[in-house]
């Protein structure tokens, strides 16, 4: 099935948009996302003759300071409706090649739109941002298209990355659903902006942990396409849980190992093959994890939650990251976290997210991977989707679906 992607994102900007979020996070609240129609006639980059697309986004705060904020930003288009950049009070971010957004897309597609380079309000140089995209399976209809906005600043370091997600119709009806923000380089701020009542979205409650307790026990074999930087395939192999292993000093521990076979297309090497013991107590809350090359542990009791609805977030923990079980050399720490989306009346996906720093002096963000599944109201979680960014001086970018 087909979608008219570049004719949505054109009614979208034609047409305006006005819609009130839940926020979740590092402060909690709402937001008001509000555009009008787009104008013509406007200046962008002393080009006259481009289309203006204003975006207003009030916030209110019942946990952070100040608790109102407010900001504009402009994005700009061609007569094609190519976008060409974007502009606050703080920023100008200039498409240094435009590229148009495919007119007709389908799952499983991915590419890169191009790369912005970014300058503050007196137009010095501040870094550049990597646009990229990818479709994914949603309903009989409609797709989600993933919009993901990488920044790095001037030492290529990555210091914020943002997905904007937006249902995508066969009618050529584009609607945002919800924006993700992470902070890195050394902040760890994190919000989630999103609408827990948008169209095909589930007001249940959903045993997430009974769910997840299921699918470890029964095991799973998936097989995902590659798109992004590379492509290929790849299988994930979850073998059925085993009770009674030995994790960090503590018997009694439940064991679940995964592998992953990739193959390549067009990248070198061609094959992957990795291989990883995640290991949980009796109530199969996750205590830690094993590898050939790393031995990482939660540093307290994960938050990992019994019941989850559409619009939950929050942090499940940190595990601090070793080379070996003897624990004498630390190679960074991993923050782990989970997003509840709308999916379908009687569904949600649940996104596992899971940054990974280094042990430098602040911490860098190296790699960030979103593992989703779908979640319903009985049965095991089913594995849908893994997307893999890394940082830290690469733009590698992997997604499998």
């Known amino acids: 099935m087909t979608f008219p992607l570049r004719a949505a994102r054109q009614a979208l900007v034609t047409n305006g948009m006005s819609e009130t979020y839940t926020v979740s996070g590092t402060c909690a609240g709402t937001a008001t996302i509000t555009a009008p129609a787009s104008t013509g006639g406007a200046v962008f980059e002393t080009v006259s003759g481009r289309i203006a697309f204003v975006k207003t986004t009030a916030l209110s705060y019942s946990n952070c300071t100040p608790a109102a904020p407010s900001f504009i930003e402009t994005d700009y288009y061609d007569t094609n409706y190519v976008r060409l950049g974007t502009s606050s009070s703080t920023q100008i971010r200039v498409l240094a090649s435009p590229v148009a957004l495919p007119a007709i897309v389908m799952v499983g597609d991915a590419g890169t739109v191009g790369t912005m380079d970014t300058y503050d309000s007196a137009h010095a140089r501040t870094g550049t941002v990597v646009v990229t995209y990818s479709i994914e399976a949603e309903t009989a209809s409609t797709a989600i298209f993933d919009v993901a906005y990488r920044t790095y600043n001037l030492t290529n370091a990555l210091t914020l990355t943002q997905h904007d997600r937006f249902r995508v119709a066969q009618t050529g009806a584009l609607k945002l659903l919800s924006v993700d923000l992470q902070y890195a380089a050394g902040f760890t701020g994190h919000w989630v902006v999103q609408s827990g009542g948008s169209a095909g979205a589930s007001a249940l409650t959903f045993p997430v942990g009974a769910a997840r307790q299921a699918m470890l026990n029964s095991g799973l074999s998936k097989s995902f396409t590659v798109s992004g930087t590379c492509a290929g395939t790849t299988t994930v192999t ?5 009770a009674g292993a030995s994790f960090n000093g503590v018997s009694g521990r439940i064991s679940s190992m995964s592998t992953t076979s990739v193959n390549f297309s067009n990248c070198t090497p061609n094959t992957l093959n990795s291989a990883q013991t995640d290991f949980y107590d009796t109530n199969y809350i996750r205590v830690g994890s094993s590898s ?19 619009g939950d977030s929050a942090t499940v923990g940190t595990m601090s990251a070793f080379s070996d079980s003897t624990k004498s050399v630390v190679t960074g720490k991993a923050i782990v976290r989970f997003n509840v989306e709308a999916d379908t009346a009687t569904t949600a996906i649940y996104d596992v997210i899971t940054e990974t720093y280094n042990a430098a002096n602040p911490p860098m963000l190296t790699l960030t991977e979103h593992d989703r599944y779908r979640v319903a109201q009985s049965g095991p979680l089913e594995f849908i989707s893994i997307d893999v960014q890394y940082a830290n001086g690469s733009t590698t970018h992997l997604f499998m679906q």
């Open 238 to 242: 979850l073998a059925p849980s085993i």
């Open 292 to 310: 050939a090359t790393q031995y990482r542990v939660f540093d307290a009791p994960a938050n990992m939650p019994a019941t989850v609805k559409v």
